[in-house]
């Protein structure tokens, strides 16, 4: 379970930025070799795709660069991306980092009043937004569009990747908080180097491979897996951007020849569910990857049955990326998303206090020493919420689990009431502050609820403020409500009418007895 002393693996240089770690190497050693390929059209030849050699990326990535700096922005501004899923997303979020600055990648599902939030709570200077997503943002807020993106691109040239240090912050995301609204996750440039674990821990990556990931840009799954990890071996990414449909899957692996493929359990299910997998030619895969939410026994061993490749999970969190996983040399155990990685300093830690490591078979908080170099920086402006993570030289993500004595983790869930949907972490208490805000509610609660084995939907309890009034017990007015203020994978998929809320002796709602709660 590692060693008490830290993390063992190799650290980072001391003078290191993340876009160079990811791009120069490839650019200078295999310049013509294709490093990302964007998808639009799934039925399209293969050779119609969008495609950037890693000396054309190197190029690109360093004059977006230099047009940050030429608009001003200094080391360490913010600048918020709200943009689709295409290749100017992939330069502006890598040219940020080369130039020193911080891009804040958001998810193209947020409304607008939840992009005021992180554009508010960030400080960003800069909000680059495709056509689709625009919005207005507050005085002194500089806009980017698509025009002003291809600018970059052509009036500069090229900057030299910026001499940062490996502590130097990189980019910041936002996660679910303990107080309902996100907060933002603030990474170092030392974070890329830290996935260097992963490399033969989870994925077995080699230069030669063609990895397909079916997440968006904005999550950090994404962003590491789909593109950060793939670059800094040299290898080729592939990402879609057309139309979602679970047919495509398939024809992608098939047409482009992937041996890696990236997605969420769910995507699996449905992948299977909908395909018939042995009408494609997938000879070029090697195994699939999965992360974002706990992989069930029944849905590994389907895909084995009828593909014949492995599966391999990872288990991670938005503030160290993931640092558990089986691989190619950790042998799958159903039940367990693996071991440990190489050179983390992991352990299970007692709930109530302490920072002793649990012995194998006892259940207690999932831990990752501070030393490990994939560890974020802290929350922006939230040290609040840092005391609530950090116990001594440990920190402590939430999650419940116990080491067998091979050193494989089982989950048992998390100890606090961040809910997972579809991999992504989300506050009941996000949730339930919008619903409060709706006339006809008086009281509401939010929990995940099981649907069936490995499948869970976010379900909204709700007390009425007149159950006799004829909109009383509709919840299709809470759902549209519910849909103008969150993004769509927040919002509840079922309203469950009560009479009243389980709670505590001290009047706290027992989220965790929703589930058997009923009028």
């Given amino acids: 379970m590692g060693d008490r002393r830290g993390y063992t693996g190799e650290l980072p240089p001391v003078r290191f930025n993340m876009a160079r770690y990811c791009l120069n190497t490839a650019a200078q050693a295999t310049p013509d070799k294709v490093a ?247 000879s070029s895969l090697r195994h699939g990857l999965t992360a974002g939410e706990a992989l069930n026994t029944a849905l590994l061993e389907q895909w084995r049955t009828t593909t014949g490749k492995e599966l391999y999970e990872a288990l991670g969190m938005s503030e160290c990326s993931t640092y558990v996983s089986s691989s190619p040399s950790v042998p799958v155990r159903p039940g367990s998303p693996g071991k440990p990685q190489q050179g983390r300093c992991v352990a299970a830690l007692p709930v109530e206090g302490g920072e002793e490591p649990l012995p194998p078979g006892e259940t207690g908080l999932l831990a990752v020493h501070r030393s490990d170099p994939g560890l974020m920086l802290g929350y922006w402006n939230r040290p609040e919420e840092e005391e609530l993570v950090y116990r001594g030289e440990w920190f402590i993500g939430g999650d419940l689990v116990h080491f067998d004595a091979d050193g494989y983790m089982i989950y048992h869930g998390r100890n606090d009431d961040v809910m997972n949907a579809m991999g992504y972490r989300v506050s009941p208490l996000e949730v339930e502050h919008c619903l409060s805000q709706h006339p006809a509610v008086a009281e509401v609660a939010v929990t995940e609820l099981t649907v069936r084995e490995g499948v869970s939907v976010i379900a909204a309890f709700v007390v009425p403020r007149d159950p006799d009034e004829p909109d009383g017990l509709d919840a299709a007015p809470l759902l549209a409500h519910a849909h103008a203020h969150l993004a769509a994978y927040k919002c509840p998929r079922e309203i469950i009418f009560t009479d009243s809320l389980p709670r505590t002796a001290n009047g706290k709602v027992r989220r965790r007895d929703l589930a058997r709660w009923r009028r």
């Fill in 36 to 282: 990302l390929i964007v998808v639009s059209d799934a039925h399209a030849p293969a050779e119609s795709a969008e495609r950037w050699t890693y000396a054309q990326l190197d190029e690109a990535v360093r004059r977006v660069a230099a047009g940050l700096r030429g608009l001003g922005l200094e080391p360490g501004a913010r600048l918020m991306i709200r943009m689709g899923n295409t290749s100017d997303y992939a330069l502006l979020f890598f040219g940020a980092i080369a130039a020193g600055c911080v891009p804040l990648p958001s998810s193209a599902q947020l409304t607008e009043e939840e992009a005021d939030f992180l554009l508010a709570d960030s400080g960003a200077q800069v909000l680059a937004m495709s056509e689709e997503l625009a919005i207005v943002p507050p005085p002194g807020v500089r806009t980017l569009g698509p025009a002003d993106l291809a600018a970059l691109r052509t009036q500069y040239q090229p900057l030299d990747y910026a001499d940062t240090t490996a502590d130097d912050p990189a980019f910041l995301i936002y996660t679910s908080g303990t107080t309902g609204q996100p907060k933002g996750v603030l990474h170092a440039q030392r974070s890329a180097w830290g996935r260097r674990p992963m490399y033969q821990g989870w994925y077995g990556i080699q230069p030669d491979d063609v990895i397909l990931h079916a997440g968006a840009f904005n999550w950090t799954y994404t962003l590491g897996v789909g593109l950060t990890d793939p670059w800094a071996n040299g290898a080729t990414a592939v990402l879609y951007n057309g139309p979602r449909d679970v047919t495509i899957w398939p024809l992608l692996m098939e047409k482009f020849r992937a041996t890696l493929f990236a997605a969420v359990p769910g995507l699996y299910r449905q992948i299977l569910k909908y395909n018939d997998l042995r009408a494609f030619d997938l």
